[in-house]
């Protein structure tokens, strides 16, 4: 199993709602990552995980709240996200945080924010 | 401050013919550089990668140059098939500075192959 599986892939919310963004990934990889993605823009880190704790955190807005339960899942969980946070949300995972290491990519979520 | 970035949004070609997507960088930092392929409603599938020791790479079809000099890395993919429309992204990262192994990505070259 060389795949990373993302859900839902369409989510749309309000700017009062809370949801979460789901990644997994059964390949035994340690290191998982969150991405954002707007329109024609390329792809901006957002968390690293290495080993279920949180290593990075590029300075995200606390709106965005995420979760590695084990080291198989990731979450990624919204409250009170504005209109701006619209956007596809990847998911990327590999063997550890060397950067050798290829990162696998799910086909994202793409999040719309009313 | 765009530290990766990819001047041609896009490109296309004959199919058979040479594909040739550039990439250019400025943070002297980055010593490892992927290349990622988009296809639409899929996340990006790495392709190739090269480490600064090296200037050349090759994978089949897929043939990566760097220029350190430069600060200046190609895709070379020979011969172009159909298949190979998609956007594609440069990304490059610090070789094995734990710490500092996130992916900078370009802004991404959309390849049309025309058969």
């Known amino acids: 199993d060389t795949e990373v599986t993302q859900t839902p892939k369409h989510l749309v919310m309000g700017m009062t709602n809370k949801k979460s963004l789901k990644c997994e990934q059964h390949?035994?990889?340690?290191?998982m990552y969150w991405y954002k993605q707007k329109a024609k823009k390329p792809p901006e880190l957002m968390f690293v995980y290495s080993y279920e704790k949180l290593s990075i955190n590029e300075s995200v807005p606390s709106r965005f709240s995420p979760e590695c339960p084990n080291s198989s899942l990731l979450n990624l969980h919204l409250h009170a996200l504005q209109p701006e946070d619209s956007a596809l949300y990847l998911c990327?995972?590999?063997?550890?945080?060397?950067?050798?290491?290829?990162?696998?990519f799910g086909p994202g979520t793409r999040l719309t924010v009313l | 401050d765009q530290q990766v970035k990819q001047n041609s949004p896009s490109l296309s070609v004959q199919e058979g013919r040479i594909s040739i997507l550039n990439c250019d960088y400025t943070?002297?930092?980055?010593?490892?550089f992927l290349w990622y392929k988009k296809y639409p409603a899929e996340g990006p599938t790495f392709l190739i990668s090269?480490?600064?020791?090296?200037d050349k790479n090759e994978d089949g079809r897929f043939t990566v140059f760097l220029n350190k000099s430069a600060k200046h890395l190609s895709l070379h993919i020979v011969p172009s098939q159909p298949g190979d429309s998609a956007v594609y992204f440069c990304?490059?990262?610090?070789?094995?500075?734990?710490?500092?192994?996130?992916?900078?990505f370009g802004t991404g070259t959309r390849l049309t192959i025309i058969p």
């Open positions: 943070n002297s930092m980055f010593d490892y």
């Open positions: 090269i480490s600064s020791i090296k």
């Open positions: 990304a490059a990262s610090e070789e094995g500075n734990f710490g500092n192994e996130k992916l900078t």
């Open positions: 390949m035994g990889h340690r290191a």
């Open positions: 990327a995972s590999s063997k550890n945080r060397d950067p050798l290491n290829e990162q696998f």
